[in-house]
């Protein structure tokens, strides 16, 4: 079974801080994505990966940057975090077109 | 350009109701449509996908959408609502292109059962 796993459940972060979110994946998808998910607009998407070192913006890009090195790793990065990133964000990954797999999420406050 | 609109954002039935959460769309291209579901703290979890052929999609759970051309909908139902069905459900469509790997998602519909 595919398992798509987030590094933490629970993040908290303060306002200009840094911020790194992993993701790993253990089923050789190509293709990786990074959502948030805020209450009244279900899944948004800020990056997608469909090779190592490739990445495409998503939906909402703006204040984030990823990270690919290695085929079953993807990382989003908040370069100066904003209390208006507070959110859930949920990595997820697939094969060609075939469903995505998601992880758990990882909650993340800005302080 | 694709769409997913779900309309309700919170639907309340009985124990033992019949299920049925509602999802329209729009596609420039053949859809793919998937219905997936969110239990509380968790992430999401596939129930179902039509890609060709029958237009009734059985999924996992006793669940079970009909994908009808002429109306644009994918509408979810369950003929018996359980107990352990109350989650968070989203309609997605594949986008077009060359984006097919990418799905656009509804804003959900958050299911409540009452005993």
């Known amino acids: 079974d595919v398992k798509v796993t987030q590094s933490s459940r629970y993040l908290v972060k303060r306002t200009g801080e840094k911020v790194f979110l992993e993701c790993v994946q253990d089923?050789?998808?190509?293709?990786m994505f990074w959502y948030r998910q805020d209450p009244g607009l279900g899944l948004r998407l800020i990056y997608f990966?469909?090779?190592?070192?490739?990445?495409e913006k998503g939906d909402i890009p703006e204040g984030y940057s990823v990270s690919r090195e290695k085929k079953e790793r993807f990382s989003l990065i908040l370069e100066s975090a904003s209390t208006n990133q507070t959110s859930m964000y949920l990595c997820?990954?697939?094969?060609?077109?075939?469903?995505?797999?998601f992880g758990d999420g990882t909650r993340l406050s800005i302080l | 350009a694709q769409s997913v609109t779900q309309l309700g954002s919170h639907v309340s039935v009985s124990e033992g109701a019949l299920v049925l959460l509602r999802c329209n769309y729009s596609?420039?291209?053949?859809?793919?449509l998937f219905w997936y579901v969110q239990y509380p703290n968790q992430g999401l979890q596939l129930l179902l996908k039509?890609?060709?052929?029958?237009?009734l999609v059985k999924g996992i759970n006793g669940f079970e959408a009909e994908f009808k051309k002429s109306e644009t909908s994918f509408h979810l139902t369950k003929p018996s609502a359980h107990m352990s069905d109350a989650a968070e459900y989203f309609c997605?469509?594949?986008?077009?292109?060359?984006?097919?790997?990418?799905?656009?998602f509804g804003s959900g519909t958050r299911l409540s059962i009452r005993p």
């Open positions: 997820a990954s697939s094969y060609s077109n075939q469903p995505q797999h």
């Open positions: 089923m050789d998808h190509e293709n």
């Open positions: 596609s420039s291209v053949p859809p793919y």
């Open positions: 039509y890609t060709t052929g029958a237009t």
């Open positions: 990966s469909y090779d190592v070192k490739m990445k």
């Open positions: 997605a469509v594949r986008r077009g292109g060359s984006s097919a790997s990418k799905i656009i």
